[in-house]
């Protein structure tokens, strides 16, 4: 995003208060007294930044000045400052805006510049001591060619955003060349190039298409534009006067590549609810959504991709912003520490505008108060974010409408264990300056909405940077640390388990900076006929640590070459005519790469709602990715997008691909239902072969949200057979729809990564709701309702016998013990692997049969969904099979026998192979889409019936068919 710029030259400026900003500031005081870095509070609360300024040589600066901004949604908060020889104080009203970051630009009368950029969470300890700044000149020239149809465009404005809304602004030459000049520390993020003749272009180095941001050269090219009318309605589709919006235009799916904003930033609605955007490319596709103006009564009706075409407009609805309740807050910390200055978050999954969650900020005042403007009856998860210290994370209703109760905010603040990073580049290792590194701790909590029980995740989440010896340093609670580096074209993200007492460190390292040529070939397949001059080829990284893409043409040889920076390849090449296409995963580049092209074919489908009528004019496209090594391990997708093609359904719902390329995987996707949140529906993937002959597709789309949900006896009874079938015990537990109930419930009966003894249980909460289900279900089995604070649990096993009960007070101290000695009293033993894959072994020498082995997991749907099948169909399937299931988590030796049954092999699961009493391997659960699972799809389901053609020992020909029909 962009910001409006505001300036501030400094004199010496004088302000309402008994002294100069400047003035020193005192490092003793009483503890009555507030902070000479922090006046006011609430809403006036301004945190005082100062800091000295020197030139390149370490010199004091001379006639400094600083201009800058607090950046929020939609809007920028000038910076107050007063400069004073080499020193400057700038005044932050830190409360008055939920601003992410601030940046001002500090310049000295001899050129030199240099920039103080942060982000709310170091605020605090940056006020403490005082900025150093040490001004720099530009080493580096960016030059940019502006072009319209190929031919450079004079006059042009081009504006360069270095991040933190730190922008340069210049015009275009003779020749059409605009040129930035950078200082060391400075990166590009993203270019925006306009007309005064209405032509626009631009692009963030951060998305598709790859572009180097490294590089000293760049194209932007420009678009035509077109007016676009906006207008905003209420519910009844009355126009909506003033409604102050910046309006954010990309290209299609799924790059989503932003343009930029142009000059005038904000379009204001007027009495006709309408706004006049200019600047909409003329373009066939594109991607588009208006983002309202922080504070300004009005908030999007839907999601920003909801909207009407009505009399040439686009027409978006929009209702009030919420009545919000304030309500107080505190941050206690150590003793020692001043209170003021904390950073407060305050963020719920239940925001009041659609796909939005709701964040709140605070900055303390000297005592530690702060207030926030928060939504009745939502749930809230809250936490102090600081550079220098940390804080327990918590989940609360602040302000509970039924009862017009506000409970206050309290939030402990504790030193934490330092977290120090290091991050190198090149073979050399050497320091790697000014990358930005993401920390995240997680909180997870539940909450009620709309009558059911919601369950998410919170975080704490900082941004480093590291400084001239690669480094940065952050405290941290002690528990698993998610820490991710993602630059332009290369990303990396770590776990490490901090602990208590211990200092923690993670070393990161970037191997290659340098583009490395690559050729290769397109040779035609046995059989194929067809032109390869021409043919498009396209790479990229699927290596999991480089994200880089680009495209070459082919010689009439079909040889290609390109440079790259990943050190594996995902390569695909379409012919000029479409009838051809190939692709190769290489995993080595340093030899040349060879593509086998192969005749493409025709795909054909059908898409329908849910009540079978047919989709007219949906887009539908097919996504081919060309796959790296499989690593469910790793942290990021090894694979890449290939190619994209697009089609659109006919009055029926039919739609049809000419030629899509055949033995690689292909995804399909479609416009969804106009209700649906998600504007994408995903149909699911296919694997076409030369000579199969298969019926058209049929999908269905269906809004997710409007399943209901199953009655409390159907889902207690559906749980109650997984523990059977899954050899787990089972765990009822009922208790009051109070949130810290359900939490209690979930922290001691059902997360298993707090207490891996729960993953055991096949559990089935009950709630005490208004509806009566709870009380009826617990009336039918004779087990008392709790009331109040209590917390009821029973305890049966696969066969529904009673093992045991449980009566505990949530409220007492002693409760969650109670809890965990209750859950590993009557869980059951840990199934032995080995002793299960023997005891199968025999039973199939025994009985003439062969043995079935699934790899599964406690929390794996589609696991449970093959468990079922094989159950629902056990008296055919048992006429030829032994079956036995391995869980590599929950069984004792389960690594062991899982990878036996894998073949030493990581796939997902559930994975499932057959064989032969003496243990040879006969078929598995690995087709042309890798492993299918549960076989759901065209593909999967072929592969099964090859798996019971290949095995199969009595079952006859009408009983396969029989098993294939009940999937």
């Known amino acids: 995003m962009t910001t409006m710029r505001f300036a501030a030259i400094c004199g010496t400026l004088s302000f309402l208060m008994g002294c100069s900003l400047l003035s020193p500031r005192i490092s003793t005081s009483r503890a009555d007294e507030p902070p000479s870095w922090l006046h006011g509070s609430g809403d006036d ?155 626009v272009g631009g692009y963030q180095f951060g998305r598709k298409p790859t572009r180097n941001a490294d590089e000293d050269s760049h194209v932007v090219e420009l678009f035509d534009c077109r007016d676009l009318t906006i207008r905003f309605v209420d519910g009844e589709g009355n126009p909506v006067e003033g409604v102050a919006f910046e309006f954010q235009v990309a290209t299609p799916a799924p790059n989503y590549n932003y343009l930029g904003l142009v000059e005038p930033r904000v379009l204001t609605t007027d009495e006709q609810g309408e706004a006049f955007y200019r600047w909409q490319p003329d373009w066939e596709q594109y991607h588009y959504y208006p983002e309202i103006v922080e504070g300004t009564g009005w908030i999007l009706a839907g999601s920003n991709s909801d909207h ?42 239940q925001g009041e505008q659609e796909g939005f969650s709701d964040h709140l900020s605070a900055i303390a005042d000297s005592q530690g108060a702060f207030s926030v403007d928060v939504l009745p009856g939502a749930t809230y998860c809250a936490c102090v974010n600081d550079a220098g210290y940390t804080g327990k994370m918590i989940d609360l209703v602040p302000y509970e409408p039924a009862t017009d109760c506000a409970t206050e905010i309290v939030l402990p603040v504790v030193a934490g264990e330092e977290l120090s990073f290091s991050v190198t580049r090149g073979p050399q290792r050497v320091p790697y300056e000014g990358v930005g590194i993401s920390v995240r701790e997680t909180y997870r909590y539940t909450w009620w909405e709309d009558d059911e029980k919601q369950s998410g995740t919170g975080s704490r989440d900082r941004w480093l940077t590291t400084d001239e010896s690669g480094r940065a340093v952050t405290r941290v609670l002690p528990g698993e ?97 479409q009838k051809l296409a190939g692709a190769t995963f290489a995993k080595r580049i340093d030899e040349p790469l060879q593509v086998e092209m192969k005749p493409t074919r025709e795909f054909r489908g059908r898409l329908l709602d849910g009540d079978d009528t047919p989709r007219q004019g949906y887009s539908v496209w097919a996504v081919v990715r060309v796959e790296g090594d499989e690593d469910y391990d790793g942290r990021f997708v090894k694979s890449t997008e290939a190619a994209r093609y697009q089609t659109v359904t006919n009055d029926r719902g039919e739609f049809v691909f000419e030629h899509l390329p055949t033995e690689i995987e292909i995804a399909l996707e479609s416009d969804n239902l106009p209700e649906d949140e998600d504007p994408t529906a995903y149909l699911g993937e296919v694997y076409l072969t030369q000579n199969e002959t298969r019926p058209p597709a049929v999908y269905h789309l269906e809004r997710r949200a409007a399943a209901p949900t199953k009655p409390l006896a159907e889902r207690f009874a559906e749980s109650l057979r997984d523990a059977r079938i899954s050899d787990c ?62 917390v009821h649990a029973w305890a049966l096993d696969g066969d529904g016998n009673l093992l045991g009960e449980l009566k505990v007070d949530a409220a007492k101290d002693d409760a969650g013990a109670a809890a965990d000695a209750f859950v590993a009293a009557h869980a059951p033993e840990a199934p032995d692997a080995e002793e299960k894959w023997r005891h199968a072994l025999a039973d199939a020498a025994a009985t003439d049969r062969q043995v079935w082995a699934r790899v599964s997991g406690r929390y794996c749907g589609p696991c449970f969904m093959l468990s ?72 999967g389901k072929l592969q099964l019936r090859k798996m019971l053609d290949a095995t199969r020992i009595r079952l006859t020909d009408e009983e396969v068919d029989q098993l294939i029909e009940s999937l």
């Open 481 to 577: 640390i998610k820490a991710r580096v993602i630059e332009p074209l290369w990303q990396v993200g770590e776990r490490i388990e901090v602990k208590q007492g211990e200092p923690a460190h993670l070393s990161l390292h970037r191997e290659r900076e340098t583009l490395t040529p690559v050729a290769g070939r397109l040779v035609l397949a046995g059989g194929a006929e067809g032109e390869l001059a021409g043919a498009q080829v396209r790479f990229g990284a699927v290596d999991g640590a480089y994200d880089h893409t680009g495209s070459t043409t082919a010689s009439h040889e079909g040889t290609f070459e390109f440079e790259t920076l990943g050190e594996q390849l995902g390569v695909f090449a379409v012919s000029a005519d």
């Open 45 to 199: 609360l301004e945190v005082v930044l100062r800091g000295e300024v020197f030139e390149p040589d370490g010199s004091p600066a001379e006639g400094v000045s600083v201009d800058g901004s607090l950046r929020s949604h939609g809007k920028s908060t000038l910076v107050r400052a007063e400069c004073e020889g080499h020193h400057f104080a700038a005044r932050l009203p830190v409360n008055r805006t939920s601003w992410y970051s601030m940046q001002f630009r500090v310049a000295s009368k001899s050129g030199a510049v240099g920039y103080v950029k942060m982000t709310p969470d170091s605020l605090r300890q940056a006020a403490i001591d005082g900025k150093r700044v040490t001004l720099a000149r530009p080493t580096r020239r960016v030059a940019v060619t502006v072009e319209h149809a190929g031919s450079p465009v004079a006059g042009a404005q081009v504006r360069a955003d270095l991040g933190y809304n730190v922008e340069l602004h210049t015009v275009t030459d003779a020749d059409g060349v605009a040129c930035f000049d950078l200082l060391p520390d400075q990166k590009l993020s993203s270019f925006t190039a306009w007309t005064d003749d209405r032509r």
């Open 868 to 939: 079922r099948w094989i159950d629902d169909q056990c008296e055919l399937l048992e006429k030829d099979y032994v079956f036995v299931k391995v869980d590599r988590v929950t069984d004792t030796h389960g690594p062991q026998i899982a990878k036996l049954v894998t073949n030493g092999k990581s796939y997902g699961i559930p994975f499932h192979a057959i064989f032969s009493p003496d243990g040879k391997r006969l078929e598995e659960s690995i087709g042309p889409l890798g492993n299918i699972g549960y076989p759901s799809t065209h593909e």
């Open 308 to 349: 009407e075409e009505s009399e040439g407009a686009i027409v978006y609805r929009v209702k009030p912003a919420a009545e919000r309740h304030t309500v107080a807050g505190r941050v206690e910390p150590p003793a020692g520490v001043e209170a003021g200055g904390f950073f407060v978050q305050v963020r719920s999954f």
């Open 729 to 790: 015990h089972f765990m009822a537990i009922a208790c009051g729809e109070a949130d810290h109930l359900a939490n209690f419930m979930q922290l001691h009966f059902t997360n298993y990564e707090k207490n891996p003894v729960v993953s055991r249980y096949i559990q089935c909460p009950i709630y005490l709701q208004a509806d009566g289900q709870g009380a009826r279900l617990l009336e039918e089995r004779g087990w008392a309702a709790p009331e109040g604070d209590a």
